[in-house]
T-cell receptor, first 109, second 112 residues
Framework: QKEVEQDPGPLSVPEGAIVSLNCTYS??????FMWYRQYSRKGPELLMY????GNKEDGRFTAQVDKSSKYISLFIRDSQPSDSATYLC?????????FGTGTKLQVIP | DAGITQSPRHKVTETGTPVTLRCHQT?????MYWYRQDPGHGLRLIHY???????DKGEVSDGYSVSRSKTEDFLLTLESATSSQTSVYFC???????????FGPGTRLTVT
C-alpha cells in the first residue's frame, strides 16, 4: 500500500464549478500536509500547507485534513481555466515528504 | 520561486556515461532535496541534504550519489547512466523560516 493514495483522474469540470480533490494516507507519523499545483513541464508550486486537522482557507482554495480518517482534501471554488493543472497532495516532515501521484484537473471554459 | 535554479534544463546522454545535475539556491536554506518524477510513480525522493557535507538517502537512491560542498549547491551524479534513469529531476529546498518546501524548474534527462 502506498503511503499516500490519490486518484489520478483526469477530472474534467466546467468553469465555475466547485472542485474536490482527495487523498488518503496510511502513516500517522508525520503531521505536515501540503497541496501542490503543477502545470505541464513546470516544477510543483506550493498551494497550501497545514500542520493540523481542520480547514485552512486561502482565496478560492480550502484545504481540509481529517486525521481520524487519514483523509486530505482540497476544494477549489469558482474554478477557472487557469486552474487546469495536476494537483499533488503530500505529507511529511524535514527528512521525508511523501507525495501522491497527482490528479490531473481540466477546467473547461 | 525561492531562488532555485537547475542546470542543465535538458540533457540527452548515452547509457553508461556519467551525468551530473546541479541545483543552486540563493537563500542558503539548510535542507535541499533531489526528486525524480515519473508517470504513475509521482515524485520520489532520491537523496537529501541537511547541511554542507551532510546527506542521506531517499527511497530511490540506487545508482545515484550526491555532494554538497557549499550551502548553495547540491549536485546529483549518475555514475553510469541507465535507461531506467530517464526522468524529470527536481531539486527542492525547505525554507528555514516558514518550513515550506519549494521546487526548482526541473531537469529533463533522457538516457538512450
Amino acid at each position: 500500500q502506498k503511503e499516500v493514495e490519490q486518484d489520478p483522474g483526469p477530472l474534467s469540470v466546467p468553469e465555475g464549478a466547485i472542485v474536490s480533490l482527495n487523498c488518503t494516507y496510511s502513516n500517522s507519523a508525520f503531521q505536515y500536509f501540503m497541496w501542490y499545483r503543477q502545470y505541464s513541464r513546470k516544477g510543483p508550486e506550493l498551494l497550501m500547507y497545514t500542520y493540523s486537522s481542520g480547514n485552512k482557507e486561502d482565496g478560492r482554495f480550502t484545504a481540509q485534513v481529517d486525521k481520524s480518517s487519514k483523509y486530505i482534501s482540497l476544494f477549489i471554488r469558482d474554478s477557472q481555466p487557469s486552474d487546469s493543472a495536476t494537483y499533488l497532495c503530500a505529507r511529511g516532515g524535514y527528512q521525508k515528504v511523501t507525495f501522491g501521484t497527482g490528479t490531473k484537473l481540466q477546467v473547461i471554459p | 520561486d525561492a531562488g532555485i535554479t537547475q542546470s542543465p534544463r535538458h540533457k540527452v546522454t548515452e547509457t553508461g556515461t556519467p551525468v551530473t545535475l546541479r541545483c543552486h539556491q540563493t537563500e542558503n536554506h539548510r535542507y535541499m532535496y533531489w526528486y525524480r518524477q515519473d508517470p504513475g510513480h509521482g515524485l520520489r525522493l532520491i537523496h537529501y541534504s541537511y547541511g554542507v557535507k551532510d546527506t542521506d538517502k531517499g527511497e530511490v537512491s540506487d545508482g545515484y550519489s550526491v555532494s554538497r560542498s557549499k550551502t548553495e549547491d547540491f549536485l546529483l551524479t549518475l555514475e553510469s547512466a541507465t535507461s531506467s534513469q530517464t526522468s524529470v529531476y527536481f531539486c527542492a529546498i525547505i525554507d528555514d523560516s516558514s518550513y515550506e518546501q519549494y521546487f526548482g524548474p526541473g531537469t529533463r534527462l533522457t538516457v538512450t
